[in-house]
């Protein structure tokens, strides 16, 4: 019978939530769906409609300075400190229809200075480059050669766009008399740049902005500079052209856009944005104009007059500043792509009217896509089954995200939104940082604390998609470190029970840097804000933790000064002290009630984590530490504890914590027996959040690095695959016995293989070699065997061979590893053992030629023990011989005294 397996807490990778954007250049496709953009060295192509990464591009070592996107989504241009520029094709992936395919075409070197600014035309084959170095060169994208060089710029080219213009209408005013005295040659390649509509033509022009303010315009058709526009004071970001307007509109960080006459290339309107300006374009028909910049609006403004359009917004922060803003005429919105990494979504519905009003509204954002989440800081599962995750991500607001992709997601609807990871809500009113998060036990309510010294409490309706701020709590006189709820739930016959988003939770305890913790009671109508029912100096030091017991009568505040200490939930005084921690306790966590084993008789148990590096388990009964667990090589961060949820009979485990570290580690713990049952590695970075589905017992951190990694309990598959691996084995090892003992060496040998039992399958071969009546012809000792032998597949086959390799190097077992290998070599040809190489995992690293270095060497001193001891048996023939002569002669001797006489005797026939 096979013996029965332990069980032992798994965890695998299910899913991960990754940066698509960490700043520097982006680009988009012109359907809007396929984003590049840079994240660090690599250059990573994102489909915003799924979420889903497409394609990743390795740096090359140095830092992305420009990217850019082909219109058609064709080629993807990289260039890097390095000075180089790759360009690469895009095509669907063979394996994988939704997954893109790159293939290098080629490495030039644009400039002899980091190329800043990438431009590429409408017709996806031409690129200009813009460099640190002043000069601007045009691409053949395909072909991979320059077309153009042009020198005037004094500064870095900070700005560059492709359009058109008719001939005959364009600052060189040329006629088409001139033209035709052009040689033929130079029309031929010219004609890339010129596009014939009916009786005119078009012309590709090149515009050119640098940090200097001055914009140049290059005509790509005659190789010159036609027109220097100088009336920006400071460097030149954006650049867009109308041809309805016939217009070309500059935007500068001297607070200022200009429209420009394309006819006579002289200003037609200056308009005061007074910001930075780093993106502007014409929007429609070329009427409205959008500009974003550093107060992180997107502002409109009528080209007839340069009024604004837009009401008055007031500016955001300094992370809201606006980088950059996508957009292609036909899509039904414009992306601006923010400094803390944040794409929004602006719906042009309302530029689609009649513009009868002098003002209008804002664009609304309809949807939102977090490049980066930064550092994770906190996250807890909210809503009402917990199919959303909110997250304290090194900033303001609180971040909801989805965890489970929408039925009615349309995948050719070019906004999309609907999918894992994807945005869902923003809570914003802290204006400082938010360190801290707890959500009740519905998953409706979620309290903040915060470094502007204030903690809210928010009430989550997903099912109307409302999120709004309940209360606020100031008091506190320094930054919030920690804040806890109720997570017990009431009795299901309870209007609490029935209708929790009417209810909020009883109380709140916060804990500050101040030194002291704060009981909050919430009632259902709050008109201000909360007013603390108590206040207690708890610690010495910073508070970095707090948690509140399974019945809601005790609370844990853990600090700096290296105590954990137990307080009423009523009064706040303190119950318990525990000490043991050498350094800062960063976090404390009661055992639920579904965490502990029924069956150990505690009262309760609390877990620590602290700067030594080490876990505590305290008994509640008389606050003494029953355990230590060590094992990370940093600072426990964050703890929490699994579901107590026996498998089977076999699970002799105890109530499981899992703990996360600066190691970057994840572990999962036996509180028990004390030993590590899990070890979880996906992070680089500190893993500063952590906590566990309440039913699936799914594992979700997040760390440093912006990953937050979703783990799936896979403990109950593992126990199922090992229990059936070793029923397996067992019947396996039981049908080998069977064959051996019955002499069906045929198939035992074959079974011995693909087991792969090496002493069975030497005791096989023994037997088989040393039988009494071996059959005749038979190489090995029995045809049957032989047959067996001349059949393995390659794979088999070498495993054989690294089987006699070992048993060579034995003096015991070398003679049947030699009589087999003796059959192997005369059943198989050279050509089909030479071509033998070891499969994944199986045999030896290197190859055949050593597995038959190694056999010849032990078989050379086999052979030179056999030659000696022939040499020897020489010795031992003579010397008995001689023993014999001797031995006869004292025969002899020994029988003429026996007859008494004193001489020979000589017998006679």
């Known amino acids: 019978m096979a013996q029965r397996a332990s069980v032992k807490t798994t965890y695998a990778v299910g899913r991960t939530l990754q940066p698509i954007y960490a700043g520097g250049s982006v680009a988009l496709s012109a359907d809007g769906h396929i984003f590049a953009a840079c994240l660090g060295e690599d250059a990573l192509l994102t489909d915003l409609t799924t979420g889903k990464e497409l394609a990743r591009v390795e740096g090359d070592g140095e830092t992305i300075t420009a ?42 070197r644009p400039h002899t200075s980091p190329v800043v600014t ?29 077309t153009h060089t042009f020198h005037g710029h004094g500064g870095v080219v900070s700005a560059l766009h492709f359009f058109r213009v008719e001939v005959g209408q364009d600052e060189g005013g040329l006629s088409e008399k001139s033209k035709k005295r052009k040689r033929r040659s130079r029309q031929e390649e010219d004609s890339i740049f010129e596009v014939a509509t009916g009786a005119t033509s078009l012309e590709y022009r090149l515009a050119s902005g640098a940090e200097d303010g001055k914009i140049r315009i290059w005509n790509l058709h005659k190789r010159s500079g036609a027109k220097v526009l100088d009336s920006h004071m400071s460097v030149v970001r954006a650049l867009d052209f109308s041809p309805q307007l016939d217009a070309l509109v500059s935007g500068s960080r001297d607070k200022t856009l200009i429209i420009w006459d394309a006819q006579k290339w002289k200003p037609k309107r200056t308009i005061a944005a007074l910001e930075s300006i780093e993106s502007a374009g014409f929007l429609g028909d070329g009427q409205l104009i959008f500009s974003g910049g550093e107060n992180g609006r997107v502002r409109l403004w009528a080209s007839a007059t340069g009024g604004e359009l837009t009401t008055e917004q007031g500016p955001g922060n300094e992370t809201d500043a606006i980088v950059d803003i996508l957009h292609y005429e036909f899509l039904p919105y414009l992306i601006s792509v923010h400094a803390d990494q944040v794409l929004n979504y602006h719906s042009l519905q309302a530029t689609n009217l009649p513009l009868v009003e002098e003002t209008m509204d804002p664009l609304p954002i309809f949807r939102r896509v977090s490049g980066t989440h930064d550092d994770v800081i906190d996250l807890a599962y909210v809503g009402s089954d917990k199919a ?27 906004t999309g939104g609907k999918y894992f990871g994807a945005d869902v809500a923003l809570l914003q009113g802290h204006e400082d940082i938010i360190i801290c998060l707890d959500v009740d036990w519905s998953g409706h309510w979620l309290a903040t604390g915060a470094k502007d010294n204030t903690a809210r409490l928010w009430r989550l309706d997903s099912q109307n998609n409302s999120y709004t701020c309940f209360a606020t709590m100031t008091g506190h006189a320094e930054s919030l470190g920690a804040i806890a709820l109720p997570h017990t739930p009431p ?87 525990l000490r043991g921690h050498r350094r800062g306790v960063w976090t404390v966590k009661f055992a639920p009630k579904d965490s502990q084993n029924p069956s150990s008789g505690a009262k309760g148990l609390i877990a620590t984590g602290s700067g030594d590096k080490t876990v505590k388990i305290w008994s509640l009964s008389d606050y003494s530490c029953l355990l230590t667990l060590e094992g990370h090589s940093n600072s426990v961060l964050k703890l929490a504890w699994l579901p107590y949820r026996p498998i089977d009979a076999r699970d002799k485990r105890g109530p499981q914590l899992a703990s996360a570290a600066g190691d970057g580690l994840v572990k999962v713990w036996d509180t028990s027996s004390g030993d590590t049952m899990s070890t979880l590695d996906n992070h680089t970075d500190r893993v500063w959040a952590l906590t566990v589905h309440p039913t699936t017992n799914a594992l979700v951190s997040g760390g440093g690095d912006s990953v937050i990694t979703f783990w799936d309990d896979t403990t109950s598959a593992t ?40 002493a069975r399958l030497f005791s096989l071969f023994k037997t088989v070699v040393e039988t009494e009546k071996p059959d005749d012809d038979a190489l090995s000792g029995l045809l049957a065997v032989d047959e067996v032998l001349a059949n393995l597949s390659d794979e088999q086959l070498y495993k054989l061979l690294l089987r006699l390799r070992d048993w060579n190097t034995n003096v015991r077992c070398a003679p049947v590893a030699q009589k087999i290998l003796w059959t192997i070599v005369k059943t198989y ?52 011989r001689e023993m014999d002569e001797v031995a006869d002669v004292r025969a002899l001797t020994n029988g003429t005294s026996r007859l008494d006489l004193n001489q020979d005797v000589v017998m006679v026939d």
């Open 829 to 880: 040809p050279a050509s089909r053992l030479a071509g033998l190489k070891p499969a994944g995992k199986i045999g030896a690293k290197g190859s055949l030629k050593d597995i038959l270095d190694a056999i010849k060497a032990y078989s050379e001193r086999h052979y030179k023990r056999i030659e000696e001891l022939v040499d020897e048996s020489y010795l031992l023939d003579f010397t008995l």
């Open 67 to 108: 990217l850019s996107l082909t219109p058609d989504a064709s080629h993807l241009v990289v260039c890097s400190r390095s000075l180089s520029m790759r360009i690469y094709s895009v095509a669907p992936s063979a394996s994988d229809d939704t997954l893109l395919q790159l293939e290098l075409l080629r490495t030039l």
């Open 491 to 577: 009795p299901q016959s309870s209007p609490e029970f029935e209708d929790p988003l009417s209810h909020p939770p009883r109380f709140i305890i916060s804990g500050s840097q101040d030194r002291t913790v704060k009981r909050w009671d919430v009632s259902k109508e709050v008109k201000k804000g909360l007013r603390a029912k108590y206040t207690r100096k708890a610690h010495d030091k910073d508070i970095n933790a707090i948690d509140i017991d399974p019945s809601g009568t005790l609370f844990a505040s853990a600090s700096q000064d290296r105590t954990v200490k137990i307080h009423s939930a009523t009064e706040g005084e303190a119950v318990g002290v």
């Open 388 to 414: 959303l995750l909110a997250l304290a991500t090194n900033s303001e607001a609180i971040r909801i995200v989805s965890l489970k992709a929408l039925e009615s997601a349309d995948a050719s609807n070019s």
């Open 719 to 758: 126990l199922e695959a090992a229990t059936t691996a070793e029923t397996e084995r067992v019947e396996l090892d039981q049908k080998l016995q069977n064959f051996a003992y019955a002499g069906s060496y045929r198939e035992a040998i074959t079974l011995a293989l693909q087991m792969d039992q090496p």
């Open 118 to 146: 990438l431009a590429i035309d409408q017709t996806s084959t031409l690129v200009a480059t813009g460099g640190a170095d002043g000069i601007v060169k045009v691409w053949d994208i395909r072909g991979g050669y320059a």
